[in-house]
C-alpha cells in the first residue's frame, strides 16, 4: 500500500525557534493534509492543501502541497508551548473523486525545551 | 456542538474475547471512517462508511474485524477472538462526504489485550 515518510521524527527546540517538517510519498496524492495530536486526544486538523504548489498558511503556521504532489512541508514559526504535541501529514488520492481514507506518515514529536 | 464520540473511552479485555467498540458521528455527516493507532505509529486505515454503505474492506487486518453502520449514524467495530497485536488506539472520524471535506476525530478507544 502507499506510505508516507515524514521526517524528523522528533524535534527538540527552544521556545520561540522556528520548526520545519516534511513528508515524501513514493505515489501521488491529490490531497495533503496536516494534523497535530494532543495526548489521549484524536487529531486535530491544521492546514489542507488541494492544489499542487498550493502554499496556505494558518496563523503561524505554513504548509506547502509538492509541485510533483509526492511531498508536504509544515512550517511552524516562533514556537510557543502549547505547539508541543505529534504532527502528522496525512494524503488522500480521491480515487475517482469519491471519499477515501487518509494514509498518514508515522508522525513527528515536537518538544520545546524551557 | 458536539463532536465525534467514542465508547468505550478504555478497554481491557482477555485474549480470545470478542470486543465491540462504538462511534457516534457529528449529526449530519454522512461519512465514517475507522483507523488503528498502535503506540508510537501513525493511524492506519481500516474501512469507511458513506451511508450505511462500506465500499472496501480491505483495509480491514483480517476478518476477525467486522464493521456496520445503521441508520447512517452509530457505527460499531467488532473484533472477534481477540490477540494481544490488537491492542492499539481505535478512531473514529466523520465527515459529511464531500471527498474534499475535513475528517473530524474522535478521542479513541484504547484497546487493551492481555
Known amino acids: 500500500g502507499q506510505q508516507l515518510n515524514q521526517s524528523p521524527q522528533s524535534m527538540f527546540i527552544q521556545e520561540g525557534e522556528d520548526v520545519s517538517m516534511n513528508c515524501t510519498s513514493s505515489s501521488i496524492f491529490n490531497t495533503w493534509l496536516w494534523y497535530k495530536q494532543d495526548p489521549g486526544e484524536g487529531p486535530v486538523l491544521l492546514i489542507a492543501l488541494y492544489k499542487a504548489g498550493e502554499l496556505t498558511s494558518n496563523g503561524r503556521l505554513t504548509a506547502q502541497f509538492g509541485i510533483t504532489r509526492k511531498d508536504s512541508f509544515l512550517n511552524i514559526s516562533a514556537s510557543i508551548p502549547s505547539d508541543v504535541g505529534i504532527y502528522f501529514c496525512a494524503g488522500q488520492v480521491h480515487p475517482g473523486g469519491g471519499a477515501d481514507g487518509l494514509t498518514f506518515g508515522k508522525g513527528t514529536h515536537l518538544i520545546i525545551q524551557p | 456542538g458536539a463532536g465525534v464520540s467514542q465508547s468505550p473511552s478504555n478497554k481491557v479485555t482477555e485474549k480470545g474475547k470478542d470486543v465491540e467498540l462504538r462511534c457516534d458521528p457529528i449529526?449530519?455527516?454522512?461519512?465514517l471512517y475507522w483507523y488503528r493507532q498502535s503506540l508510537g505509529q501513525g493511524l492506519e486505515f481500516l474501512i469507511y462508511f458513506q451511508g450505511n454503505s462500506a465500499p472496501d474492506k480491505s483495509g480491514l487486518p483480517s476478518d476477525r474485524f467486522s464493521a456496520e453502520r445503521t441508520g447512517g449514524s452509530v457505527s460499531t467495530l467488532t473484533i472477534q477472538r481477540t490477540q494481544q497485536e490488537d491492542s492499539a488506539v481505535y478512531l473514529c472520524?466523520?465527515?459529511?462526504?464531500?471527498?474534499?471535506?475535513?475528517?473530524?476525530f474522535g478521542p479513541g478507544t484504547r484497546l487493551l489485550v492481555l
Open positions: 472520524a466523520s465527515s459529511l462526504g464531500d471527498p474534499q471535506e475535513t475528517q473530524y
Open positions: 449529526s449530519g455527516h454522512t461519512a
